[in-house]
Structures are given as C-alpha cells and as structure tokens.
C-alpha cells in the first residue's frame, strides 16, 4: 500500500488560509480516487474531499465553496487549499490513496494538525 505523509497544517485565525499536502511513497499515477479525511475531538474521521484519476472532486458540504482538492501525479502529491477557515474547521487532516464509495482502504499516515482559532 501506498504511505502518505502529510504536512502544511498550522495554527491560523478564522478566515485565513492553508495549503495542506500529502506525499506517496510511490507513484500515484495508476490510483483511481485519493482523499483528504479529518477527524476533530471526539468526532469519527470524516470525508473532505476526495478527486479520480479523471479530475473529478467531491467535497463535504461543510467545505464545498472553501476547500479544494487537487492532485499532481508528477509530485506523488495530493493537495487540499483550504481557505475562509472556521473554528470548526479544526481537526487533524489525513490523506488516502485508496478511497472507494466514500470509503478510506489504504494506509493511514500521522497527520497534521490544523487549528482555527482567534
């Protein structure tokens, strides 16, 4: 299985901006659909977004119109541009490289922390 590893998340004021990414630890070129999860205090890990080999993006209705999703097979990367962050936005952020339905089949990385506050 493909190993991410995420990085970009922060401490930031509601209403800015982050840019988080995700590297493979190989070549993402032949994966189907990746997808960005989150998982705040006490909730369960929630889809954000997701994108296909197509280019084609699906997003949680809490982020659609503020979040977005992208993939440069070039990089083995996947990107989530996250901008008019809200409190609420605050979770750790994960990546996958195997989503199916929704679903997160691949491995899990570490993480990276995101925090909207004032």
């Known amino acids: 299985q493909v190993q991410p590893v995420e990085s970009g998340g922060g401490l930031v004021q509601p209403g800015e901006s982050l840019r988080l990414s995700c590297a493979a630890s190989?070549?993402?070129?032949?994966?189907?659909?990746m997808g960005w999860y989150r998982q705040a205090p006490g909730k369960q890990r929630e889809l954000v977004a997701a994108v296909t080999r197509a280019g084609f993006t699906n997003y949680a209705d809490s982020v659609k119109g503020r979040f977005t999703i992208s993939r440069d097979n070039a990089k083995n990367t996947v990107y989530l541009q996250m901008d008019s962050l809200k409190p609420e936005d605050t979770a750790v952020y994960y990546c996958?490289?195997?989503?199916?339905?929704?679903?997160?089949?691949?491995?899990w990385g570490q993480g990276t922390q995101v925090t909207v506050s004032s």
């Open positions: 190989r070549s993402i070129f032949s994966i189907n659909a």
């Open positions: 996958n490289f195997d989503v199916r339905g929704g679903r997160a089949f691949g491995s």
